[in-house]
């Protein structure tokens, strides 16, 4: 169930992305989504390329090509959670 949720959550994180018109240079919070949204777009990509390798390799897929996988996914989100989607800076309110 977690993982449909998060699945679910990732998607309309990235049906938000690219939105927005032109009107001058971006601020510092969309600077930030325009970051978290090409971050969440690399993982999809590398998630999607294990997929396709695990697919390619067929009813021949071994063991290696399965723990393969999963450390190349699990170092991706690590990469993904643990360094590429840093806090934004907001400025203290009073």
């Known amino acids: 169930m977690n993982r449909r949720?998060?699945?679910?959550?990732?998607?309309?994180?990235?049906?938000?992305?690219?939105?927005?018109?032109d009107n001058g240079p971006p601020s510092a919070s969309?600077?930030?989504?325009?970051?978290?949204?090409g971050d969440l777009s690399t993982w999809v990509a590398?998630?999607?390329?294990?997929?396709?390798?695990?697919?390619?390799?067929?009813?021949?897929?071994?063991?290696?090509?399965?723990?393969a996988a999963d450390v190349r996914v699990r170092d991706s989100t690590q990469v993904?959670?643990?360094v590429g989607l840093e806090p934004l800076d907001v400025p203290a309110s009073d």
């Open 5 to 21: 949720l998060a699945v679910v959550a990732l998607t309309f994180t990235l049906a938000g992305c690219g939105g927005g018109g």
């Open 30 to 37: 969309e600077d930030y989504a325009n970051t978290v949204c």
């Open 46 to 67: 590398d998630q999607k390329a294990t997929l396709k390798s695990l697919e390619d390799a067929g009813p021949s897929i071994s063991r290696e090509d399965l723990r």
């Open 80 to 82: 993904l959670f643990l």
